[in-house]
């Protein structure tokens, strides 16, 4: 009787802590922000072929993306 006790409050425990991970996670991504490449990362994509261009063009679809919808 005893251990079924202990066993449930340690479920409930579990449960808990599950819910406020979820929930800080979820409140994290919703402060999520968009910034422009990197030099670093205009870097790699420069060493992968991609034209200066097109490095300009990813920046614009980042400026594009909506992430509260």
């Known amino acids: 009787m005893i251990s ?15 819910l ?9 991504l919703l402060k999520v ?3 422009p490449l990197t030099i670093k990362e205009r870097e790699i994509l420069i060493d992968a072929g991609f034209s ?6 990813i920046n614009q679809e980042i400026k594009l993306l909506k992430f509260n919808e």
Request: aromatic share 4%; glycine share 6%; charged share 20%.
């Open 33 to 35: 922000g968009k910034y």
């Open 52 to 57: 200066l261009i097109e490095i300009e063009n």
């Open 4 to 18: 079924a006790l202990i066993g449930s409050v340690i479920m409930s425990a579990v449960t808990v802590a599950m």
């Open 20 to 28: 406020m991970a979820v929930d800080i996670t979820d409140k994290a």
